[in-house]
């Protein structure tokens, strides 16, 4: 079990250096449990018998927990939460628990934290949350509303390495269980034309790399981010980024592989062994997934692959809402379910259902398709930041659609933010265009206006109309054409927000392409034009644009406390979309990532 460092990393596992060829071992710090051996430790200090073996009630109020825990975890946690109820294993203060487990993906989780924050609290605001990866954390910890309610710091309670699944007789191909491969040997490999021949079996064809939907899948998530720091390891510039991704991709087969469908193909009675082997793809899961299925007794067996570079393990974390509705003995209680879960007889729940220890021990082999030894090395997690920076570079590549930047530059952007450096917030604004719009390839148009109001014109100004990025603009590429006009950008005047928004859907859906088109709208502040179109005659346009052959979508961020965020919110919903809101200023680079790969 490891606890969660500063700025939501945790250190790296160290293990046995491995005897295969040409591996190299990280040195990287192994910190040990100490966040839930403080828990245990106040447990046994301050249990309910006081240490003097006393017998103690629960007495007739309860402590209620509310658990929501990701679907694959809500039969075992069910289970164990009816176990500790039914003693005093959660007894505080002369209260016992009761606690209810309920099953939720993390987006149906994160909408509900939400409305629960907006609320402040109500009959269905969690009080714990339990993923099946921690990394789920940093995923919604990149909305800074959620993140302040998501602590860094929490228990593990199992953990399930990410791997990479081979049909058996491939993973042996490639000396498992002796030796694990590293990226840059499955990479070459997938780029190979001879394929298999290299490794003896001709007959299998190409080596085919598939992916899942990394915001689906955690063991694709965690993956994705190994991979991209492997391809983008010494990229300096945004062209160097940009080449090392699409040398990645481009080793991929599928980048929307559906898990089950390849693992039915594997079990398909009505194609041979040979032809099922040959039509098999290698995708990132978890090793739990690996040993569910091979607990099936299927003719062709999965392995798990180990990449030698690290993959970041799914550690199953219990986190404690902080927010006003969770009292301190519900904190306390839900400390003790963390115990309970490592250290009672429930821990052979979570063992008999494929999880690891915290500590990564487990007992299953290589007879059920897995490595007890491995991982050897797992780097540290991502935190919300470099997750959103790894999420924009791989997703941008494979979009297809539209983004059409609409940027507020009335006089409030120029409000100096003095935690980020002095900057202004146009300043900020500029960085996250500059930052993420390059990434995008030639199947995604891009475009920016901005807007403050104007007297006899309108209220937007057209910067770069949508179209390709290669595109030629006065002599050189759209993207090198965005990029000095950034620089020239100033803020003055009050805000013409309707207008523009009214102007901004038209022009997205006349230059709408296959794919999802999407406004990404900025403001600071609220609409201060007496003589545009009312909100009600914004809404009105807005609205059938979900419901059309050529859908549009707005995703509004609210940038400051004087950001209209209900307004921006209405006209995120009225086109289907989503609303962010950057409090502080300095969020804005992290939320404006989160707009664009959500």
Request: glycine share 8%.
């Given at each position: 079990?490891?606890?969660?460092?500063?700025?939501?990393?945790?250190?790296?596992?160290?293990?046995?250096?491995?005897?295969?060829?040409?591996?190299?071992?990280?040195?990287?710090?192994?910190?040990?449990?100490?966040?839930?051996?403080?828990?245990?430790?106040?447990?046994?200090?301050?249990?309910?018998?006081?240490?003097?073996?006393?017998?103690?009630?629960?007495?007739?109020?309860?402590?209620?927990?509310?658990?929501?825990?990701?679907?694959?975890?809500?039969?075992?946690?069910?289970?164990?939460?009816?176990?500790?109820?039914?003693?005093?294993?959660?007894?505080?203060?002369?209260?016992?628990?009761?606690?209810?487990?309920?099953?939720?993906?993390?987006?149906?989780?994160?909408?509900?934290?939400?409305?629960?924050?907006?609320?402040?609290?109500?009959?269905?605001?969690?009080?714990?949350?339990?993923?099946?990866?921690?990394?789920?954390?940093?995923?919604?910890?990149?909305?800074?509303?959620?993140?302040?309610?998501?602590?860094?710091?929490?228990?593990?309670?199992?953990?399930?390495?990410?791997?990479?699944?081979?049909?058996?007789?491939?993973?042996?191909?490639?000396?498992?269980?002796?030796?694990?491969?590293?990226?840059?040997?499955?990479?070459?490999?997938?780029?190979?034309?001879?394929?298999?021949?290299?490794?003896?079996?001709?007959?299998?064809?190409?080596?085919?790399?598939?992916?899942?939907?990394?915001?689906?899948?955690?063991?694709?998530?965690?993956?994705?981010?190994?991979?991209?720091?492997?391809?983008?390891?010494?990229?300096?510039?945004?062209?160097?980024?940009?080449?090392?991704?699409?040398?990645?991709?481009?080793?991929?087969?599928?980048?929307?592989?559906?898990?089950?469908?390849?693992?039915?193909?594997?079990?398909?009675?009505?194609?041979?062994?040979?032809?099922?082997?040959?039509?098999?793809?290698?995708?990132?899961?978890?090793?739990?997934?690996?040993?569910?299925?091979?607990?099936?007794?299927?003719?062709?067996?999965?392995?798990?692959?180990?990449?030698?570079?690290?993959?970041?393990?799914?550690?199953?974390?219990?986190?404690?809402?902080?927010?006003?509705?969770?009292?301190?003995?519900?904190?306390?209680?839900?400390?003790?379910?963390?115990?309970?879960?490592?250290?009672?007889?429930?821990?052979?729940?979570?063992?008999?259902?494929?999880?690891?220890?915290?500590?990564?021990?487990?007992?299953?082999?290589?007879?059920?398709?897995?490595?007890?030894?491995?991982?050897?090395?797992?780097?540290?997690?991502?935190?919300?930041?470099?997750?959103?920076?790894?999420?924009?570079?791989?997703?941008?590549?494979?979009?297809?659609?539209?983004?059409?930047?609409?940027?507020?530059?009335?006089?409030?952007?120029?409000?100096?933010?003095?935690?980020?450096?002095?900057?202004?917030?146009?300043?900020?604004?500029?960085?996250?265009?500059?930052?993420?719009?390059?990434?995008?390839?030639?199947?995604?148009?891009?475009?920016?206006?901005?807007?403050?109001?104007?007297?006899?014109?309108?209220?937007?100004?057209?910067?770069?109309?949508?179209?390709?990025?290669?595109?030629n603009v006065g002599g050189e590429t759209a993207v090198q054409a965005l990029q000095k006009s950034l620089d020239g950008l100033r803020a003055d005047g009050a805000t013409g927000l309707y207008d523009t928004v009214i102007a901004a859907a038209a022009a997205a859906q006349n230059a709408w392409r296959e794919g999802n088109n999407t406004i990404v709208l900025i403001s600071d502040g609220k609409n201060e034009d007496p003589g545009s179109a009312s909100l009600e005659q914004v809404l009105a346009k807005l609205e059938p644009l979900a419901g059309t052959e050529r859908p549009v979508r707005i995703l509004s961020i609210a940038l400051g406390g004087e950001a209209d965020a209900v307004t921006l919110r209405r006209l995120a919903d009225a086109a289907k979309g989503e609303a962010y809101?950057?409090?502080?200023?300095?969020?804005?680079?992290?939320?404006?990532?989160?707009?664009?790969?959500?």
């Amino acid at each position: 079990m490891t606890e969660r460092l500063a700025g939501g990393r945790s250190g790296g596992r160290h293990r046995a250096p491995s005897t295969g060829p040409g591996r190299k071992v990280k040195l990287v710090a192994f910190v040990l449990v100490p966040l839930l051996l403080l828990t245990l430790g106040a447990y046994l200090l301050f249990k309910p018998d006081g240490g003097s073996g006393a017998p103690v009630a629960c007495g007739d109020e309860r402590v209620p927990l509310t658990i929501t825990a990701s679907p694959s975890l809500a039969p075992a946690l069910t289970k164990a939460a009816t176990a500790f109820d039914e003693g005093t294993a959660s007894w505080v203060d002369g209260r016992c628990a009761t606690t209810t487990v309920v099953s939720a993906d993390p987006n149906v989780f994160a909408d509900t934290l939400r409305a629960s924050l907006e609320a402040g609290g109500g009959a269905n605001a969690p009080t714990a949350w339990v993923p099946d990866a921690s990394i789920w954390r940093e995923v919604l910890g990149r909305r800074p509303e959620l993140s302040t309610a998501l602590p860094r710091t929490f228990p593990v309670v199992a953990v399930s390495p990410a791997v990479i699944a081979a049909p058996r007789p491939m993973a042996e191909a490639l000396g498992w269980p002796e030796s694990q491969p590293s990226w840059a040997e499955l990479v070459e490999l997938a780029k190979a034309a001879d394929g298999w021949a290299a490794k003896g079996h001709p007959e299998w064809g190409r080596v085919r790399i598939g992916w899942q939907d990394p915001l689906r899948d955690a063991a694709s998530l965690t993956a994705m981010m190994s991979l991209s720091q492997w391809a983008t390891d010494g990229a300096e510039t945004v062209d160097d980024v940009r080449r090392g991704l699409l040398s990645a991709h481009s080793a991929l087969a599928s980048l929307n592989l559906e898990q089950e469908k390849v693992m039915a193909g594997l079990t398909d009675t009505k194609t041979t062994p040979e032809d099922a082997t040959k039509q098999a793809m290698l995708f990132p899961t978890s090793e739990r997934e690996v040993l569910r299925y091979n607990a099936t007794k299927p003719r062709i067996p999965l392995a798990a692959l180990y990449p030698s570079d690290g993959i970041h393990p799914n550690e199953v974390p219990l986190i404690t809402v902080h927010a006003d509705w969770v009292t301190d003995q519900q904190r306390a209680a839900l400390d003790r379910f963390a115990v309970f879960l490592v250290t009672g007889a429930e821990n052979k729940l979570m063992a008999a259902d494929g999880w690891r220890t915290p500590r990564l021990q487990t007992e299953a082999d290589t007879a059920q398709g897995v490595v007890a030894s491995e991982p050897r090395f797992t780097p540290s997690g991502p935190n919300a930041w470099s997750l959103a920076q790894s999420l924009q570079g791989w997703t941008a590549l494979d979009r297809q659609g539209s983004v059409l930047v609409v940027l507020d530059t009335s006089g409030s952007m120029n409000e100096r933010v003095a935690a980020a450096g002095n900057a202004t917030r146009l300043d900020l604004a500029k960085q996250a265009i500059a930052d993420s719009l390059p990434l995008f390839s030639d199947r995604t148009n891009i475009g920016l206006w901005t807007f403050s109001r104007q007297e006899n014109r309108a209220d937007h100004t057209v910067v770069l109309d949508l179209g390709p990025p290669s595109r030629n603009v006065g002599g050189e590429t759209a993207v090198q054409a965005l990029q000095k006009s950034l620089d020239g950008l100033r803020a003055d005047g009050a805000t013409g927000l309707y207008d523009t928004v009214i102007a901004a859907a038209a022009a997205a859906q006349n230059a709408w392409r296959e794919g999802n088109n999407t406004i990404v709208l900025i403001s600071d502040g609220k609409n201060e034009d007496p003589g545009s179109a009312s909100l009600e005659q914004v809404l009105a346009k807005l609205e059938p644009l979900a419901g059309t052959e050529r859908p549009v979508r707005i995703l509004s961020i609210a940038l400051g406390g004087e950001a209209d965020a209900v307004t921006l919110r209405r006209l995120a919903d009225a086109a289907k979309g989503e609303a962010y809101v950057a409090r502080e200023a300095q969020d804005l680079g992290k939320v404006f990532l989160a707009a664009l790969t959500d």
